[in-house]
Each structure stands twice: as structure tokens, then as C-alpha cells.
């Protein structure tokens, strides 16, 4: 095996039928499940990675991975979604004004159409990260998805909060990398961009006030990302591998979203971006507006060191227990952060039985 992993591989997960499933979305863009399968069971898997991410967070070659833990737990038939926000496409890199709402609409509805063409009515529980989890949790609470029998939400789910400093730079941000400085995405590998290129000075830059490693796509994920030295995760939680490789898993990333994320921060909850387009009549202007409606138990996990979405999954706790009391659970993951909860080299031992701790109970 080369010292280096390879992206896109699935040498991760060991012993399991591996098929890869397009499908597309009504507004026309080709996404992809990938299935890993021992045999047919009753409870069947779907992940859904976070922005910048893709399905590869959970079948990392280098530790004891999620989907790997899954099968190994008695869930022999996993499945990983690839939507718009994957880095295995480029749709995240073009010219687009995707918002959170698209994914809601189209992606997690076709993805879980395509699932049910090959698993049938057997149970299908979602573990969700970052914004994969909110707009999948949008699909769920706007009605765009239903017939789920768990979800877990890593980080964050219907009400976005961020530390003070990213609530400016979601603010400002956008417009400010689009307008002034030219960036229409902001991408990890900017720090092995020509020298005296714009990518290059920002990473110089930003690398300038971060003297906690030598990694500069680190350096450039913490300002993409959060407020922190690092801000993604603990960095004692990561193998070398995964902290010299983390432009490969996590890729450049579209400033859009993050006005759609800024506007859900404002409002306190998950809310449309724009009411007035009517390509999203169908869904809600306020996602937690029917939460009284929704009985798929919700499990709310969050790291006590979070500095993406800092306390956002223990306030939706609290108002997710207001609409249905005793239907979801909270539980803090002592010493994680943000993404390290699946990235972690430890995870498979502190993170990951507690998901399927919780399935299981589910599963009945
Ligand atoms: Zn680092």
C-alpha cells in the first residue's frame, strides 16, 4: 500500500458488497449513493455528510470508521449519500446560488427514492453532520420526507448558533469574498496556489495568526469554518494521517451557503432564504413550525468543545422537547469538537457506539 491514502477510495471498509447508485434531481443535477452491503436487514443506514465534506468522512481508511462500526454492530446494509454539497462533485466550485432549501427539496427526497427503489418499506434511519444534517432535518420537518425511523444530527440540526466572530464573517463574508477580493469559493489547497496569487496571500495571511500547526490547509478550514486554533476539531482527536490529508476530505467551498446559514442564525431557527421564489412554495418559511407534527425520534449530539455551531444542538434540544416531550434525546460528547466526532481516531470507541446505542433502541 502507498504511504499516501488515495482519494475517493473505499479500501476503508473491508468485507462488504460495495455498489455505487446515480440518481438525479428534479432541477437536473446527477448525485450518487454508494451501498455497502453484508446481507438484508431489517434497519438499514443512511449517512449524510456535511458541507465541504463527502461521503468519504465515513469510510476513512485510516481509523476504525463509521460505516465500518455500523456493519461490524449487525446494520449490514449501509448507505452513503453524495449530494450537492459533496466534494466528489463540482457543483459546490461553479457559479451557483444553491441555498440549503435546494437540498431539502430536491436531494434528500431523491436520495431517499432511489433508497427505497432497492430496500423496500424496511426502516431507515439517518445519521446526518454539519449542514447535511440541517438540511436533511429541513426535508424532514417541511414535510419534503417522511418515514424515517431515527435520525441522529451531529452539531447542529434546526437552529443554527455560532460564536460571535463567525456570526461577522457570515455576515460580511460573502460579499466581501465575491465582491472585493474576488474568491467565488474559498478552497483548503489555497496555500499550494502560485505565489502571489490571491489564494496564496490569504493563506499567507491567515497562516500568519495561526502558529497551532503547520498544516495550512488547517489554518484555512478554521477561517472557512469557525472561530478557533483549530476550529473543525481537537487536533489530539485526529491521526496524522487525517490532520496532513484534511484538504482531501474536506473540499473548497461556494460562499453562498453561508448567507443561507447567516440568515438561520439571525432568525434563531431554520428558515426559508427566500420566501418570494416559487420553486419552494412546497416548503415551509419556518422549519420548526410543525415540529409538533414530526414523530421520527431525533438524537442530538454535539461535542463540548464545539466552535462551528457551538451550543446549537442543545438549544434545538430544548425546542424540539417543547413541540413533542420525551420523543428526542440530547447527548454531549466530552472533548470533541465540531467534525471530529466522525474524523476522530477514537471515535469508533466514544463517539460511535452512542449512535448505534441509540438506533438500536429505535430499531424495535
Ligand atoms: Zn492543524
Do not use: Q
Not at 181 to 204: H, I, K, N, Y
Amino acid at each position: 500500500m502507498s504511504s499516501r491514502i488515495p482519494r475517493f477510495t473505499h479500501e476503508g471498509v473491508k468485507d462488504a458488497e460495495i455498489s455505487v447508485h446515480p440518481f438525479a434531481t428534479e432541477d437536473g443535477l446527477g448525485l450518487s449513493l454508494t451501498r455497502f452491503r453484508r446481507a438484508d436487514c431489517d434497519d438499514v443506514v443512511l449517512v449524510v455528510h456535511g458541507l465541504t465534506l463527502a461521503s468519504d468522512m465515513f469510510i476513512m481508511p485510516e481509523h476504525r470508521n463509521l460505516v465500518t462500526h455500523l456493519l461490524d454492530e449487525g446494520f449490514t446494509d449501509v448507505w452513503a449519500v453524495d449530494f450537492r454539497m459533496s466534494n466528489r462533485f463540482p457543483y459546490d466550485m461553479e457559479t451557483h446560488r444553491f441555498t440549503l432549501d435546494d437540498c431539502a427539496l430536491y436531494d434528500h427526497p431523491a436520495a431517499l427514492a432511489e433508497l427505497r427503489r432497492h430496500v423496500g418499506d424496511r426502516r431507515v434511519h439517518v445519521i446526518a453532520h454539519c449542514l447535511g444534517s440541517v438540511s436533511f432535518m429541513m426535508s424532514l420537518y417541511g414535510g419534503a420526507v417522511d418515514g424515517i425511523a431515527s435520525v441522529v444530527c451531529n452539531s447542529v440540526a434546526l437552529t443554527p448558533r455560532v460564536p460571535l466572530w463567525s456570526r461577522y464573517k457570515l455576515g460580511y463574508g460573502p460579499a466581501l469574498a465575491e465582491y472585493v477580493l474576488g474568491f467565488s469559493f474559498l478552497d483548503p489547497r489555497f496555500g499550494e496556489a502560485p505565489v502571489l496569487t490571491r489564494g496564496w496571500m490569504l493563506s499567507r495571511l491567515l497562516s500568519a495568526f495561526h502558529r497551532e500547526c503547520d498544516v495550512r490547509a488547517c489554518h484555512l478550514l478554521s477561517f472557512m469554518w469557525g472561530s478557533g486554533r483549530p476550529a473543525l476539531y481537537e487536533h489530539r482527536n485526529l491521526d496524522d494521517a487525517t490532520h496532513r490529508r484534511i484538504a482531501d476530505l474536506c473540499g473548497g467551498v461556494g460562499v453562498h451557503y453561508y448567507r443561507h446559514v447567516h440568515k438561520m442564525v439571525e432568525a434563531g431557527r431554520a428558515v426559508k432564504y427566500d420566501g418570494r421564489d416559487r420553486r419552494f412554495t412546497a416548503l415551509p418559511d419556518d422549519y420548526l413550525a410543525a415540529a409538533a407534527d414530526v414523530g421520527t425520534p431525533v438524537l442530538l449530539l454535539t461535542g463540548d468543545r464545539n466552535k462551528v455551531f457551538a451550543d446549537s444542538n442543545i438549544v434545538c434540544h430544548k425546542r424540539l422537547e417543547e413541540a413533542a416531550p420525551g420523543l428526542h434525546e440530547l447527548d454531549m460528547l466530552p472533548g470533541y469538537g465540531h467534525m471530529d466526532p466522525f474524523l476522530g481516531k477514537n471515535a469508533h470507541a466514544d463517539v460511535f457506539p452512542k449512535m448505534v446505542d441509540f438506533i438500536k433502541r429505535k430499531a424495535a
